[in-house]
């Protein structure tokens, strides 16, 4: 028989049966569509071998009048900037605990400072000032206020924290005195449940009874980032606002301050570009008082005054209450507008001026937001990802978008895990990649605590692609020419801070769309390593009946690639049934180059697929139209 083609939609379709799927791709890794064609991804570079402390769980990047540009990237444990080919530790302190007490023993390491009611916790984060050396401790000064420590510890009149060498004198005894300066708390590496007495709202239980469900949960630690002008905007989630100004000299060695008479608990702030307010999201109704937070509640500042939330007849504060659903979710900066979405509902917010200020209207329900950062502005358009599955689009009107990977996103059945509802909803991060026309998702499985996956959408081609691409934040190539992404590693130690005691878990920054290997950066100096891609058919029988009755045997096939930097390997999957297990055909893989013209397959089956595949170093290609030589074998 002649050679025939097997021509395929560009794009991914989970949602039907290999065999439903004859004329698609079903499946890959690492992989875009580019001109209906499939191609590896770009390759990505650690820009430092600093590694951020905590997992990173936002970022943005601008510049200042001068021209300098800037990145910031915020984990659960610290606020750092990036300029310049380094990193710089920017994380705000809290209130100073005075005059703590140091205990410490002969031969050990650990030193124990003491304070009534000190409200600090194992993990949380501290540097000490004003040090009185007590007698019988060997320790210096310096000792204790050059580091940055971590809790190892803590009851409610002490913690421990660990020096970098042991006492060698008399040990102390809760003797003299120092200052701890601890870091602002930013929250947990995941999404956690909380118990006991005082958890939860006022009044939504019986006072004095200890819960003992899973209802109340704690969002993982996480910031809203932005811009206010050259100002940096910081936000913990539920919690305060901070202000860094690199105008001010020497910025790089200046920590983040509090913000002046600004709320000090709210799910995130944005700043209405246009016109220059800082807005609020899910805060106080009394400003200073965090028990006031009312996540359905907005307040906005004085114009070009961000420090004014005071609403009166000469200035342009006010306030919003949103009334459809229970908590606002996120929001996300428009060509001329706001979108903010709750967690049912999506609402515009645009400037309108004087007496208003603001108008707000609702554009959707049943369209919520499932976690801060799932949110993305792309061409004129946001996309995001819904809080009861699928994913969301405004252009004017908010409208599901099409998608042949949703059951493999959403749900989890039998081999397929679907995203962690649990826990995982809030880890969910959104990423515009200008480059390729794409935003992606990375989420982690129903089996994961940390992000794992990544669903890809190219809203010009409008098609889809998933991948096991597992970054936790991700910025636009806008202030730089390429994007920067973040990836955390639970069981590995950062540098940045250089921290005393310091757990497990760092965040590594990447720049990406460099090449096509991956490059980690070390003190002992660079590991390249390769990047693994493939894609996958669906399956394809003969065309003689098109419907499988016929066995067919494959001859041979025809190779044909835009480009193949190295070697590329292509597997026949065969099976006889639909329900059957695929497997390798006896003689393959088969190992092409831009040298192969044809390979003999000796290949023999109702049903066949195929598989395009690499993992050399320095290897790239973009595949074009797969051709095969076939004839009829037989109906057993």
Known sequence: MPLQKVELAPGFNKQATASQ???????????????????????????????????ARAITTWSDTGGTKYAAVGTHKML??????????????????????????????????????????????????????????????????TNTFEIQAASSNSFNVVMTSVETGAGASAGAGVDTEPYEVIGPVNQTFQYGWGTGTWDASTWGTARTSTQIILDPGSWSLDNFGEKLIATIHNGKTFIWDPSLANPLTRRAIIATNNPTKSVMSIVSDRDRHLIQLGTETTIGSASTQDQMYLRFSDQEDETDYVPTSTNTAGTMYLDQGNKI????????????????????????????????????????????HAIAYANGVIFWMGNGGGFFMFDGSVKPVPCLVEDFVFTTDGDNLGINYDTGGELVFAGHNALFNEVSWFYPQAAADQIDRIVTY???????????????????????ALPFATEYETTAKPTMPTIN????????????ETGSDQTRRYSTGNVVSAIASSIRSGDFDLDVDGDGQYYMSV???????????????????????????????????????TSTEQVWT?????LASFKVSADELASNWRYGLFRFDSRPDGMR
Not at 501 to 512: A, C, K, L, Q
């Open 21 to 55: 799927a004859e004329a698609q791709w079903t499946d890959g890794d690492n992989v875009r569509f580019r001109y209906a064609s499939p191609e590896k991804i770009g390759g990505w570079d650690q820009q430092t071998t600093d590694t951020l402390v905590g997992a």
């Open 501 to 512: 005691g310091v757990s497990n878990g760092r965040s590594i920054f990447y720049e990406h």
């Open 555 to 593: 001859r041979r096939f025809i190779p044909d690639f835009k480009h193949l930097n190295g070697t590329a390997n292509v597997t026949i999957y065969l099976r006889r049934f639909p329900n059957d297990t695929a497997t390798g055909s006896p003689l393959g893989p088969f190992t092409v180059s």
């Open 80 to 145: 750092g900037i990036y300029s310049g080919d380094a990193f710089y530790d920017i994380t705000p302190l809290a209130s100073t605990i005075a005059t703590c007490t140091i205990t410490s023993t002969t031969g050990s390491s650990t030193v124990t400072i003491g304070k009534s009611t000190h409200g600090l916790a194992e993990g949380d984060l501290l540097i000490f000032d004003n040090v009185t050396i007590p007698a019988g401790c060997s320790f210096t000064t310096a000792d204790f206020e």
């Open 329 to 372: 979710m996120g929001a996300v900066q428009g060509k001329d507008y706001i979108l903010i979405l709750t967690d049912t509902a999506a609402y515009i917010m645009q400037y309108v001026g004087p007496p208003f200020t603001f108008s707000i209207r609702q554009v959707g329900s049943d369209c919520g937001l499932i976690g801060q």
């Open 458 to 480: 190219n809203y010009m081609e409008r098609v889809w692609t998933t991948g096991t691409l597992d970054r936790t934040t991700w910025s636009n190539p806008d202030i730089y």
């Open 602 to 606: 000796r290949a023999r089956s109702r």
